[in-house]
Structures are given as C-alpha cells and as structure tokens.
Nanobody
Framework: QLQLVESGGGLVQPGGSLRLSCAPS????????IGWFRQAPGKEREGVSC????????NYADSVKGRFTISRDNAKNTVYLQMNSLKPEDTAIYYC????????????????WGQGTQVTVSS
C-alpha cells in the first residue's frame, strides 16, 4: 500500500519551533512534488507549502511566509517543514501529500496522503 507518513508534531508554546517530516511507504519521492496541508477543527483543509520534485521551486501560503520553510532530501527520501515563530492559529492537523512533478493548491490533485500529525500551539 502506497502512503506517506508524517512525524514531528506536538505541543509547543507560541513563538516556538517544530520540524515536520514526511516520508513515503512503498515508493520513492523522486518524481513527486510534495505539498503540506493543514486542517483546523471546523475548517477546510488548506495548503501551507509545496516543493517541486527537484526542490527547484517552492511556494507558501501568505499566513506562513517568512516563518515556515519547506525542504527535501531525496537521498533520504524525506521532505521537511520547518516551522518557526509558531502562533496559536497554526494549530491544526498537518498532512503531507504527493503528486507527480508539479505543485498544486487543489487537494483533489494529490495522489497520496499521510494520516496527519497534530500540531498544537498553546501556552
């Protein structure tokens, strides 16, 4: 079964940092763009960031620009989301997803998803 596995979530105080990881199970990420999405209670799933298959291009939601950084290490078959200066409004379940080659903001265009990891920002 092809899927992604997220890790690195947890409880952090406002202003703190977390690094999320996304690794595949059953395939390699070489040909895939990877997107990070999040979903807060009662809200729709929204795009946070995305990185193309070779890491040449990245994009970010306005709400996280300057605070979050997406990166990938294809040798380790892993994509990361470094989250700094976290705010309570960043609290959500964070998901990574894969689609061939290019990024998209449309959740329906992603082929594989992880189960999500909870991020809670609270004092």
């Amino acid at each position: 079964q092809l899927q992604l596995v997220e890790s690195g979530g947890g409880l952090v105080q406002p202003g703190g940092s977390l690094r999320l990881s996304c690794a595949p199970s059953g395939f390699t990420l070489d040909y895939y763009a990877i997107g990070w999405f999040r979903q807060a209670p009662g809200k729709e799933r929204e795009g946070v960031s995305c990185i193309t298959r070779r890491g040449v291009s990245t994009n970010y939601a306005d709400s996280v620009k300057g605070r979050f950084t997406i990166s990938r290490d294809n040798a380790k078959n892993t994509v990361y989301l470094q989250m700094n200066s976290l705010k309570p409004e960043d609290t959500a379940i964070y998901y990574c997803a894969a689609r061939m080659y290019y990024c998209s903001g449309d959740v329906a265009e992603y082929d594989y998803w992880g189960q999500g990891t909870q991020v809670t920002v609270s004092s």
